[in-house]
């Protein structure tokens, strides 16, 4: 009797054990990238709003990674990680599957530069687009963002580590370095040397994806669910409006008074278009202006 007890403990273990959904993200040990808890607190909130479908979860976050581009061969090989968030390009949606749901409501392409401090007079200056595009922007060398500008003719200089790319403009190497406004604010607290310059607005769609392994369509499917139900009950906007990293966001750059620049952005699938087009995400960053 004690012995059938145990096997169907034993069964029911191994069945609650194989129902669980494990996500294993990449998250780098210490805070040089503390924006990053935003999309990490967007991953449980699916995880949550989807437990009613698809049942319990466990999330684990791994130090591991190089470069964007090493990260989509990990997420590909099912090794260390099996989910990560990045901007999304054609090619990147054909190695992996993204979860089409713009994870910071399309804000990415708005971008504002970091320069070094003392530095505004130059761009105070100039006196049109193609001027800017005779400076130098600094970008990673496997970011997508990186053959946006290259498309729309901007000078760039690139680094194969995210993180060189700071002592680079501080050093002078480029003259300035254009980040998200969430990423800007955080950086310029890391980068004493650095500061935001003060007029210009580059626009580019460029919408952040969940992304995990093409065989994993249960996850995608369960991320998916639970991002469209935290959308239609208002959590998700609830999110935006009170985390540290996007809670006034819009308010703290002026946008309105800046000089606005769109860019073309030849990468994105006719999926992603369409969707930002639903969505309405230009308006996020462009308002009236558009």
């Not at 906007?237 to 769109?262: C, G, T, W, Y």
């Amino acid at each position: 009797m004690k012995l059938y007890a145990f096997v169907i403990f034993l069964m029911l273990f191994q069945t609650s054990s194989f129902g669980k959904d494990v996500v294993n993200y990449p998250w780098a040990s210490n805070n040089y990238f503390s924006y990053n808890s935003y999309y990490k607190s967007v991953l449980h909130l699916a995880l949550e709003k989807s437990q009613d479908k698809f049942g319990s979860y466990s999330v684990n976050g791994t130090d591991t990674g190089d470069s964007q581009e090493h990260l989509i061969r990990l997420v590909q090989e099912n090794k260390f990680v099996n989910l990560f968030w990045t901007m999304t390009s054609a090619q990147r949606e054909q190695a992996l599957l993204p979860v089409r749901f713009p994870l910071f409501k399309g804000l990415l392409g708005c971008r504002v530069f970091l320069i070094k401090k003392g530095q505004q007079s130059k761009f105070n200056q100039l006196e049109s687009t193609e001027q800017l595009k005779s400076l130098v922007a600094g970008l990673g060398e496997d970011w997508p963002d990186s053959k946006v500008l290259s498309f729309n003719k901007f000078k760039l200089a690139t680094s194969t580590k995210d993180r060189n790319l700071f002592q680079m403009l501080s050093k002078d190497r480029f003259d300035y370095f254009p980040r998200a406004l969430h990423e800007a604010r955080s950086e310029i607290l890391q980068h004493p040397k650095l500061e935001i310059e003060k007029r210009f607005l580059l626009y580019y769609d460029s919408p952040f994806y969940f992304f995990v392994n093409k065989e994993n369509k249960r996850l995608a499917s369960r991320l998916e669910y639970g991002l469209k139900v935290a959308f239609e009950d208002g959590s998700f906007e609830q999110l935006f409006d009170n985390h540290p990293v996007s809670a006034n966001i819009l308010e703290q750059f002026n946008l309105a008074e800046r000089e606005l620049i769109v860019l073309d952005n030849p990468l994105l699938t006719k999926q992603s278009k369409q969707l930002l087009e639903q969505m309405g995400t230009r308006k996020n960053c462009l308002g009236k202006r558009h």
